[in-house]
Nanobody, 120 residues
Framework: QVQLVESGGGLVQAGGSLSLSCAAS????????KGWYRQAPGKQRELVAQITSGGNTNYADSVKGRFTISRDNAKNTVDLQMNSLQPEDTDVYYC??????????????WGQGTQVTVSS
């Protein structure tokens, strides 16, 4: 079964940086990464950053200028560089992608999530 595996979360002080990475465990299918989301307990999951297959990006207003999303299609990975982190960035961060067989979209997938905690 294909999985998305996130890594790179942790604890950092306000003003610090973390880099998240999401990798897909498949060499057969193609992965169309949709972006990174985050979710706090009791709240809805919200979009943090999107990236298209062509490299176009879109960010939530709250992270513009601080976060950068990038992808490596050859390696089936998508990264999120987070700078100038603030306590309000504390959340569980999730990677989202479509699994594709050629031009056919098979299904949408979520990673297991990685905790980011920013102390003040």
């Amino acid at each position: 079964q294909v999985q998305l595996v996130e890594s790179g979360g942790g604890l950092v002080q306000a003003g610090g940086s973390l880099s998240l990475s999401c990798a897909a465990s498949t060499s057969i299918y193609s992965i169309d990464f949709k972006g990174w989301y985050r979710q706090a307990p009791g709240k809805q999951r919200e979009l943090v950053a999107q990236i298209t297959s062509g490299g176009n990006t879109n960010y939530a207003d709250s992270v513009k200028g601080r976060f950068t999303i990038s992808r490596d299609n050859a390696k089936n990975t998508v990264d999120l560089q987070m700078n100038s982190l603030q306590p309000e960035d504390t959340d569980v961060y999730y990677c989202n992608a479509d699994l594709r067989a050629g031009v056919v979209r098979l299904y949408n997938m979520w990673g297991q999530g990685t905790q980011v905690t920013v102390s003040s």
